[in-house]
């Protein structure tokens, strides 16, 4: 199982990186995660940003 270190404004997240679904766009610099089974997350960073993370693992 790989995990994603993901920060957020109100904390920071470990994601298993396969349950990731979906990232959209939100306000201020911010990127909203779908994670299969559960809520969206709001993370810090642009969609690229992100993607980069989830790639690099």
Same mark, same amino acid.
Not at 17 to 22: F, G
Not at 28 to 41: A, D, E, F
């Given at each position: 199982?790989?995990? %994603?270190?993901?920060?957020?404004?109100?904390?920071?997240?470990? %994601? $298993?990186?396969?349950?990731? +679904?979906?990232?959209?766009?939100? @306000?201020?610099? #911010?990127?909203? $995660?779908? $994670? %299969?089974?559960? #809520?969206?997350?709001? %993370?810090?960073?642009?969609? @690229? @940003? $992100?993607?980069q993370k989830?790639? +690099?693992?």
């Amino acid at each position: 199982m790989k995990f %994603v270190a993901l920060d957020s404004r109100g904390g920071n997240y470990l %994601v $298993v990186a396969s349950n990731i +679904a979906w990232l959209r766009a939100a @306000e201020n610099g #911010q990127t909203t $995660v779908g $994670v %299969v089974g559960g #809520q969206p997350l709001l %993370v810090t960073g642009t969609i @690229e @940003e $992100v993607a980069q993370k989830i790639l +690099a693992g």
